[in-house]
C-alpha cells in the first residue's frame, strides 16, 4: 500500500485544497504521474506517484481543505500488465460501478439541452402567436472561487480599504525607445539568445527613479515607514489560474537581457504553475502592464503593502505637437496609482515624470540623470 500524501507546504501555510483528481479510481499509474493537484494561497503544487501501482482509494474530494502531510489516496502496488490484462474481482466491479455513478451526470447534462430545445420550439410558436412573455429556462452556473481567486480578491479589497490610494496619470512618446529596439533587436538576441522587449526598459527607468524618490519604494507598518536600501520589482503576469506577481530581486542589479529572461522564465511558469511562494513575496514597487491585452487606460490597484504601482498601457499613434507642430507619434499613458499616506502628490507626480523622461531619452539611463 502505498500513501498519496499532501507534500510539505512552503512557508507561513498550513493547509491546502484539492483542486483536481487527474486520476480516477482504478486507473494504473506510473512512477512520478501527477495524480493530483492541491492549491494554496498564492501556488498550485502538483502531487506526483511515488511509485507506480494502482489507485484504490480517494480520501480527500476536490474542493476539500488537507493540512501538511495529510492523506490524500491509496495507490496498490500491482504490475500494470495484471491491471490491465488479469483484472481482479475489485478492479472489475469498480469498473462496472463508474458507468453507474456517471449515468446521473449523464442525464443532468442532457436535460438542459433537452429544456433548450424545447425553449427554443415554445419561443417559435410564442413568436408566431405574439405573446412576448419571457418563458422559459434560462441557465446559471454557481462555481465556487480557488484559494488562488480568493486571496486576490480579498487582497485587491484590502488594498483599497486600508490605502489612502489615489493616481496619477501621464503619457510617454515611445518613439526613442522603439527606434532603439528596431536598431539593436537582431544583435542583441543574437548575443543574449533573448529578445529585446520593453519591459526591461521600463524596469530599468523605474528603478532609477525610486533612487530618487526612496519614499515610493518605502512601505507604511503602523506608525513607521520602512525604507529599502535595494529595488525589487514585482512584476504582474496573467495566468490561467489568475493574477500573479512574481518578484524580480535586485533589479537594482540586474542587466536588461537579465531583466526580459527571467520575465519570460516567469510567464511560462506561471502557466505551468510551478511558480514558488517565495518568488512572489516581498516586492517594493511593481509594475503592470495592460497595454499586452489593449488597455488604453487604467487606474492600477496597489500591491499591498507597497506604497505605489505603475500601470503601462497601448502603445498607439496619436497626432502630439511638438516644437510648435503636429505630428503623429507613437504614445502610451503611464498611469501611477500610490498611497497618499506616505507619498505625496508632487512626489508621484515628479517620480512619474522621471520615468517618462528617462524613456523618452534611453541615453538617461546610460548616464543616469
Known sequence: MIEVKVP?????????????????????????????EIETDKVVLEVPAQDSGVLTEIRAKEGQTVGEQQVLGILEKKPQDDSKKTPTAESDSTKKEEPIQEAPEEITQEAPEEATQEDQQNSSELSD??????????????????RIRKTIANRLHSATQ????????????????????????????????????LMSFFVKAAVESLKKFPTVNAYL??????YHAYCDVSVAVSSDRGLVVPVLRDAHKMAMHDIEKAIIDFS?????????????????????????????????????????????????ERPIVVDGEILIRPMMYLALSYDHQIVDGKEAVQF??????????????LLKV
Not at 402567436?129 to 480557488?146: A, F, Q, T, Y
Not at 502557466?271 to 499586452?292: A, H, P, R
Not at 512619474?352 to 539611463?365: C, G
Open 162 to 197: 486600508n490605502t489612502a490610494m489615489l493616481t496619477t496619470f501621464n503619457e510617454v512618446d515611445m518613439s526613442a525607445i522603439l527606434s532603439m529596439r528596431s536598431i539593436y533587436k537582431e544583435a542583441f538576441e543574437q548575443k543574449y539568445s533573448v529578445k529585446l522587449g
Open 352 to 365: 512619474l515624470i522621471s520615468i517618462k523622461d528617462a524613456l523618452e531619452d534611453p541615453t538617461r539611463l
Open 8 to 36: 510539505v507546504l512552503p512557508e507561513s501555510i498550513s493547509e491546502a485544497t484539492v483542486a483536481v483528481w487527474h486520476k480516477k479510481l482504478g486507473d494504473f499509474v506510473e512512477l512520478d504521474d501527477v495524480i493530483v
Open 221 to 226: 507598518d503602523g506608525d513607521d515607514i520602512v
Open 268 to 316: 511560462v511558469r506561471a502557466q505551468d504553475g510551478t511558480l514558488g511562494v517565495d518568488e512572489m513575496s516581498g516586492g517594493t514597487f511593481t509594475i503592470s502592464n495592460g497595454g499586452v491585452f489593449g488597455s488604453l487606460l487604467s487606474t492600477p490597484i496597489l500591491n499591498s503593502p507597497q506604497s505605489a504601482i505603475l500601470g503601462m498601457h497601448k502603445t498607439q
Open 129 to 146: 402567436k405574439g405573446d412576448v412573455s419571457p418563458k422559459g429556462n434560462r441557465l446559471e452556473e454557481r462555481v465556487p472561487m480557488n
